[in-house]
């Protein structure tokens, strides 16, 4: 049966429809725009989004297992709602959702209160789901590099609690073993939930180290200022996504994202290798500076 992949053009979902390529599986993505989806040989596109109820009834047409990947916007819950009643109401029971590391814990950062919510939809409505919660992106430190690299500051306030930070292509690898496994599964599976993290809990200050040591110059730490973070990011996006972003840094400053024993050791046996780790993502950024 066909898998039906959203989010298929972003960082994640790109590498989710490789992952389940390679491994021999019918695939289906869901994309707004069809003509420009650049998508594997064999991969079908289904034009439309997460509130168009026609496009996902016709996506879901011959599908068996969802993965469901919806971005943080202002109707994130809604697009959610939509999709998983939508898809009970096509006869799929299977499901692989992306969530956030502690979804249930951070209930006053938006985007982590909506996942929690799916979470409990997932559970309350009988899917067979693994639920996944990624830490936090290692790839969202694209989005600093140049404030790195050319102002001598790892800007992002990530507290001296720790955070395990995760490489997208280990998230989208683990959905894809996931997938196949609950769609290949003769019965319904229970409701699973992976944390996602990277082989390293790593400070502020401990980045910043690591990218004096590649760079072989000092890079010193921003501090622990989520206000001053929101007030930058403020800059060059929507107000409420910079606000939103300072509420999950405030998170990190007094929580951190810290893996639950066994976390990076189960990675490790799912994936049948090691995790990607911050040092070798951070090498590769300064190879091609």
């Known amino acids: 049966m066909t898998i ?25 993505v869901l994309t707004r725009a069809s003509s420009k989806a650049s998508v594997p040989a064999g991969v079908e596109v289904a034009k439309g989004d997460l509130l168009d109820i026609d496009a996902l009834r016709a996506a879901f047409n011959g599908v ?28 799929i029971e299977r499901v692989v959702y992306q969530s956030v590391f ?10 982590f209160a909506v996942k929690s919510g799916a979470e409990r939809m ?3 409505m009988g899917f067979s ?14 989005m600093i590099k140049d404030v790195i690299l050319d102002h001598g500051v790892y800007p992002m306030p990530i507290g001296s609690k720790g955070v395990a930070m995760v490489d997208a292509r280990d998230i989208a ?28 809990t790593l400070t502020g200050p401990q980045v910043a ?17 989520p206000s001053g973070f929101e007030k930058n990011m403020a800059t060059f996006m929507p107000k409420w996504t910079a606000y939103e972003m300072r509420l999950m840094a405030e998170r990190y400053v007094t929580d951190g994202m810290i893996p639950e024993a066994g976390d990076v050791d189960r990675l490790t046996r799912i994936l049948g290798r090691p995790l990607h780790t911050y040092r070798d993502f951070a090498a590769e950024i300064a190879r091609a500076a």
């Not at 789901?129 to 694209?142: G, Q």
């Not at 003769?186 to 390293?200: H, Q, R």
């Not at 180290?209 to 200022?225: C, M, T, V």
Request: proline fraction near 5%; charge should be neutral; aromatic fraction near 4%.
């Open 209 to 225: 180290q690591i990218w004096s040591e590649i760079l072989g110059r000092p890079i010193a730490y921003g501090g622990d200022d």
């Open 4 to 28: 039906l992949v959203t989010g298929a053009t972003g960082r994640v979902g790109r590498h989710v429809v490789e992952q389940l390529v390679k491994r021999g599986a019918k695939v289906r």
């Open 129 to 142: 789901a693994t639920i996944l919660r990624p830490s936090y992106f290692i790839d969202n430190e694209l």
């Open 64 to 91: 068996r297992t969802l993965f469901l990947l919806n971005a943080v916007t202002g109707d994130e819950f809604t697009q959610a709602i939509i999709t998983l009643n939508v898809a009970r109401e096509a006869g």
């Open 173 to 200: 690898e683990v959905a894809a073993i996931e997938l196949i496994r609950r769609d290949r599964a003769p019965g319904k599976l229970p409701v699973e939930t992976i944390n996602l993290v990277g082989p390293d």
């Open 102 to 111: 502690d979804a249930d814990g951070a209930v006053n950062v938006p985007h």
């Open 122 to 124: 997932l559970a309350k």
